[in-house]
C-alpha cells in the first residue's frame, strides 16, 4: 500500500512545494482545506515530519477535544526554538477554542512558530480562515485533474485505464482514497484484466465488493437526491432532467438542489444535452434499488407521458412493454393503445407492443380477436409480413364470421398481394366484398387491395372494376377513387398514351384523402413525370412522399425502388444502385417479393452500363423467374426491354430480336418508348444491323404517333428526331435531337449516333467532336461500358484518348461527391434521417453509403469521420 499513499500525492506537488517554503522562513501560517479522501491527513503528517528533520519541535493535538489543552500550554511558555503547530479538523472545534487561537496567532510573529491549520472545506471555522486568508499561506486540496486521476488509477491497476475503467472511476471524482478503495474493490472482485499494459474492466462475474462501494456512496445522498436517482433510472443510463421532472409532477427549478447534491457526489455527470450516470453499474445499482412493481408502474407512467406528449414513440413503446405483465388489464390496456397510436409513425414499436399485449391476452379473453387484429396489423406495416400472414391465418382458421375475422381475412389478402400472389389476393378481396355484414370501415380498404391486385392479375378486370370506381365515386377525396384513377393511368402509360396517364395520374394523386396511407398515385405520377423525364416534378413528389409522418416499410420500400429507376434515368447511376441494393435487401428480409422485380430491373440496367454483365444476367434472370412480372409498379414494357437489351449483350444480335417476336411481340407496341426514349434509338439501331428495315420502320413509325398524338411532350419530340435521323441517316435531325433530349442517356445516345453517321462522310473532325461529346455524358454519368464503346469509335478515326482517370480505392480522395456530402453532413452533427431529407435519398441509402465511406477511410464510426472531416478542411 506504500505505493497507494505516495499516489495520495500525485498531482500534490506544489502544494508541498508551499508548506515547505513556509517552514524555510521559520515562522507564520498555512492554511489547509481538504475533503476527505484527498490526502489532508497524509499531507499534514509529511509536513510535520519534514519539519522534525530541519530541527522543529512539532506539537500536534490528538483530537479536537485535545486541541483546548495544547493551547493553553502554549499560551503559558515560550516555546524556545523552532516550532510546528499541527491542528486538524478545525471545523469540529468549539468556538471556545477558536477564540484562544486567534488570541495566540499574533504573538508567533515574533516566536519562531509556524501554525499549520487545517479543516475541512466549507464545514467550520470559516470567520478564523477568513481572517487569516491575506497572511497566511493558503492550500486548497481539489479533486485530482482527470489526466492526473487517470495516471493514479494506472498506477494503481497496473495498467493504462480503458475509457470503461475511466469512466467507472470517474465516480470518485478525483479524490484519491476514494480510487485507492474502487480499484482494491475491483482487483478483489476479479473484475480487472491487464493485457498488453491496458488496463480494462471484465464483463462477467459479480464485483460484489466494487457495488457495495457504490452503495455506500448511494446511500450517504439524501432522500430526495436518492428519489430522483431512482426515478430518473427508469428512463435509461441517459436522462432528460424534464423527463425526471414531469414524471415527479415537478418542474426542473425544483430538483436543481437535489440534481447538484447527485452530480456532485460523481453518480451522475452531463453528457452532450442530457444527463447521464457515471457509470452503468451505478445506474443499474439504483435501477435495482427500485422494488419490480414500483418499476413496472414508473416505467407505465414514463410510456403513457411520452406517448401524450407525441414524440419519442419508440422510447415510450419500450417503457410500456417493461411495464405491462400478464393479468394487468391497464398495462395491456395501454399496450394496445400505444401500438394503435404509433402505428404509422413507428410500426417497429407498434409491432412489437402489439404482439406483447397478444401473449399477455388470455386465449379466453374476448378483446383476443381485436387484440390480433392490431397485431397483425402493426406486423405488416413493420414490414413482417411473414409473421403477419401466419398469425392472421392462424387465427382466422379458429374465428366464426365476424368484424375481427374480416379485418383479419383482409390482412391475409394485402399479405398475398405484397407476397406477389396477386390472384390469391383478387380471390380473397372478391369474397370479402360479397359478404354483408364486412364493416363499413373495412370496404375502402378491401376495394383498394382489390384494385391494386387486379393490376398485377387481370389487366382487362382492372381496367372494368376502375372504370366503375370512377364512375360511381365523385367529389370530395376518395383513397379508392385515387386508387382506381392511378390504375386507369398505370394502364394508359403501357399501352402507349401518355397524355391520358398524366392525366389520370395527377387526378389520383389530388383525390387521395390519406396522403400518409394512401402513397401510390403520387409514386406513379413520379414515374411518369420521369418517363417524361420532368425530373424536377419527380423528385419533388418523391419528397412529399418521403417528407410525410408515415413510416410504414412497404411505402418505404415503394418509394425506394421508384427513386432508384428515375435517379438511373437522370444519369446518377451510382445513387440509383445504391438506392436499388437497399430496398433490394430489405424487399428479401421484410418478404416484400412485388417490390423484388423493380429493384433488380434497375440493378440489371446498372450493371450492363458499368460493364458488369454476368451480374446484369442474374438479374434478369432473376425476376424473369417469377412468373407474372411486376406490372403495378413499373410497366411490363420496361421489364422486358431490360432482358432484351441484356440478352443482346450477353447472347448477341439474333436471340435478342428474337424476343420481340417470340415471348415479346407487342414490345415495340407498347408505351415504352414514351418512358424510355432511348429504348427507341437502341431499336433502331439493332434493326439497321439485322439488315430489318420493317422493325426499324416499325419503331419509328411509332415513336412518331407518339409524338404526333402528344405534342406537348418534348422528351417525346426529340425521341421523333433521334429516330428519323437514325432511319433517314439525317446528320441534322441527329444534331438537332442532342440538342433537344432531356434525358442525359438520350442525349448521349443521339450524340453517339451522330459521330457514328458521320464517321462515314469526309467530315472526321465533325465525328470526332460528336463522340467525344458522347463520350464526356457517359463518363459523368457513370456509365463504364458505354463509354469504353464510344472510345473503341474513337480509335477507328486515329483519336487517341485516355481512359476516365481511376478514383483511387482509398482515402479522403476516394469518396465520390455523394460521399462527401454525407460526410460533410455527418461532421455537422445531421442523423440519417436529417441527411435524407436534405440529400433526397433514403435512410437506407445514406446508411449504406456511410458503410462505404467507413470501408474506404478504415474507419469504424461517425465520431472518426468527425474527426477525419476537420482534418481534411
Not at 414508473?298 to 414524440?311: F, N, Q, V
Not at 370479402?432 to 398485377?456: C, F, H, K, N, S
Not at 444519369?571 to 421484410?590: F, K, M, Q, V, Y
Request: hydrophobic content about 45%.
Amino acid at each position: 500500500m506504500s505505493g497507494n499513499r505516495d499516489g495520495l500525492f500525485r498531482g500534490r506537488e506544489g502544494e508541498r512545494a508551499l508548506l515547505d517554503g513556509v517552514l524555510a522562513e521559520g515562522t507564520g501560517v498555512a492554511l489547509v482545506d481538504g475533503a476527505a479522501g484527498t490526502g489532508k491527513t497524509r499531507l499534514l503528517t509529511e509536513t510535520a515530519r519534514t519539519a522534525e528533520r530541519r530541527g522543529f519541535t512539532v506539537v500536534t493535538a490528538r483530537d479536537e477535544l485535545d486541541q483546548p489543552f495544547l493551547l493553553a500550554r502554549l499560551a503559558e511558555r515560550d516555546p524556545g526554538g523552532p516550532t510546528l503547530v499541527v491542528l486538524d479538523d478545525l471545523h469540529l472545534a468549539e468556538p471556545g477554542t477558536l477564540a484562544a487561537l486567534r488570541a495566540l496567532l499574533p504573538n508567533s510573529v515574533q516566536q519562531q512558530v509556524v501554525w499549520l491549520l487545517a479543516r475541512r472545506c466549507g464545514e467550520g471555522a470559516d470567520r478564523l480562515f477568513a481572517a487569516l486568508a491575506r497572511t497566511a499561506a493558503h492550500v486548497e486540496l481539489r479533486p485530482l485533474p482527470d489526466d492526473v486521476a487517470a495516471q493514479f488509477v494506472a498506477d494503481l491497476a497496473g495498467g493504462v485505464p480503458d475509457h470503461d475503467l475511466c469512466a467507472l472511476a470517474a465516480t470518485a471524482q478525483g479524490n484519491p482514497a476514494a480510487l485507492i478503495r474502487l480499484v482494491t474493490a475491483l482487483r478483489d472482485d476479479d473484475q480487472l484484466v491487464v493485457t498488453e499494459e491496458r488496463a480494462a474492466l471484465r464483463t462477467d462475474g459479480s464485483p460484489r465488493r466494487t457495488e457495495a462501494l457504490l452503495r455506500e456512496r448511494i446511500t450517504a445522498l439524501s432522500g430526495g437526491a436518492r428519489h430522483l436517482l431512482q426515478v430518473a433510472s427508469v428512463f435509461g443510463p441517459r436522462f432528460e432532467p424534464g423527463d425526471v421532472a414531469e414524471l415527479l409532477a415537478s418542474s426542473t427549478a425544483v430538483l436543481v438542489p437535489a440534481l447538484d447534491e447527485v452530480i456532485g457526489a460523481g453518480l451522475v455527470t452531463a453528457a452532450e444535452d442530457r444527463l447521464a450516470f457515471r457509470h452503468e453499474l451505478v445506474w443499474r445499482l439504483v435501477a435495482d434499488s427500485v422494488p419490480a412493481p414500483v418499476r413496472r408502474a414508473l416505467h407505465r407512467e414514463a410510456g403513457e407521458m411520452l406517448l401524450g406528449r407525441g414524440d419519442a414513440a419508440a422510447t415510450a413503446a419500450r417503457h410500456l412493454l417493461h411495464g405491462a405483465r400478464r393479468g394487468d388489464v391497464r398495462s395491456i390496456d395501454g399496450l394496445v393503445t400505444a401500438a394503435k397510436a404509433v402505428l404509422w409513425q413507428a410500426p417497429d414499436a407498434s409491432a412489437e407492443l402489439a404482439v406483447r399485449a397478444l401473449e399477455l391476452t388470455d386465449q379466453t379473453s374476448p378483446s383476443l380477436p381485436n387484440r390480433t387484429v392490431t397485431a397483425v396489423r402493426a406486423l405488416v406495416a413493420a414490414g413482417r409480413l411473414t409473421a403477419a400472414h401466419a398469425l392472421a391465418e392462424d387465427s382466422v382458421a379458429g374465428q366464426v364470421p365476424s368484424p375481427s375475422a374480416a379485418k383479419l381475412r383482409h390482412c391475409v389478402a394485402v399479405t398475398t398481394l405484397l407476397g406477389a400472389r396477386c390472384a390469391e389476393s383478387v380471390e380473397l378481396a372478391d369474397v370479402l366484398l360479397t359478404e354483408t355484414d364486412l364493416p363499413a370501415e373495412l370496404v375502402p380498404w378491401v376495394e383498394i387491395t382489390r384494385l391494386m391486385a387486379l393490376l398485377g392479375h387481370d389487366r382487362h378486370r382492372a381496367q372494368e372494376v376502375a372504370d366503375a370506381v370512377v364512375r360511381s365515386r365523385r367529389g370530395a377525396p376518395d383513397d379508392v377513387l385515387a386508387t382506381a384513377l392511378a390504375v386507369l393511368a398505370a394502364l394508359a402509360r403501357d399501352s402507349g398514351r401518355p397524355g391520358t396517364a398524366l392525366e389520370l395520374a395527377r387526378a389520383g394523386a389530388r383525390a387521395v384523402s390519406s396522403h400518409d396511407l394512401c402513397a401510390y398515385p403520387q409514386l406513379l405520377l413520379a414515374t411518369l413525370h420521369a418517363g417524361l423525364r420532368e425530373f424536377g416534378e419527380a423528385e419533388g413528389l418523391l419528397r412529399r412522399v418521403r417528407g410525410g409522418p408515415s413510416s410504414v416499410v412497404t411505402r418505404e420500400l415503394l418509394t425506394a425502388v421508384v427513386h432508384a429507376r428515375v435517379l438511373l434515368q437522370a444519369g446518377r447511376i451510382e445513387e440509383a444502385a445504391s438506392e436499388a441494393h437497399t430496398a433490394l435487401a430489405a424487399a428479401e428480409d421484410t418478404g416484400h417479393t412485388v417490390l423484388l422485380a423493380p429493384a433488380l430491373v434497375v440493378l440489371a440496367l446498372v450493371a450492363l452500363h458499368t460493364g458488369d454483365l454476368p451480374a446484369a444476367v442474374e438479374h434478369v434472370e432473376r425476376y424473369r423467374g417469377t412468373g407474372q412480372v411486376d406490372g403495378i409498379v413499373f410497366s411490363h414494357g420496361f421489364y422486358q426491354w431490360a432482358d432484351v437489351l441484356v440478352t443482346y449483350v450477353h447472347r448477341g444480335l439474333e436471340p435478342a430480336l428474337g424476343l420481340l417476336h417470340g415471348r415479346y411481340p407487342d414490345l415495340v407496341e407498347s408505351g415504352l418508348f414514351a418512358e424510355e426514349p432511348r429504348a427507341a434509338g437502341w431499336f433502331v439501331r439493332r434493326a439497321a444491323e439485322a439488315g430489318d428495315d420493317g422493325l426499324a420502320k416499325a419503331v419509328v413509325d411509332r415513336v412518331e404517333r407518339l409524338a404526333e398524338e402528344n405534342p406537348g411532350f418534348r422528351a417525346v419530340a426529340a425521341t421523333a428526331l433521334h429516330v428519323r435521323g437514325l432511319l433517314d441517316g439525317d446528320t441534322a435531325l441527329l444534331r438537332l435531337a442532342s440538342e433537344q433530349h432531356r434525358d442525359p442517356w438520350a442525349r448521349a445516345n443521339a450524340a453517339e449516333d451522330l459521330g457514328a453517321v458521320l464517321a462515314a462522310t469526309p467530315d472526321r473532325a465533325a465525328s470526332v467532336k460528336a463522340l467525344e461529346t458522347a463520350l464526356g455524358l457517359y463518363r459523368e454519368i457513370g456509365a463504364s461500358r458505354d463509354g469504353a464503346r464510344v472510345l473503341g469509335r474513337l480509335r477507328k478515326l486515329g483519336r487517341r484518348r485516355r481512359a476516365a482517370p481511376v478514383r483511387p480505392s482509398s482515402g479522403w480522395s476516394s469518396l465520390d461527391d455523394t460521399e462527401r456530402a454525407i460526410a460533410n453532413l455527418v461532421a455537422k452533427g445531421r442523423t440519417n434521417r436529417q441527411i435524407s431529407t436534405q440529400l433526397f435519398m433514403s435512410p437506407h441509402t445514406v446508411n449504406f453509403h456511410l458503410r462505404k465511406i467507413f470501408r474506404k477511410l478504415g474507419i469504424s464510426s461517425r465520431v472518426e469521420l468527425v474527426l477525419r472531416s476537420r482534418d481534411e478542411d
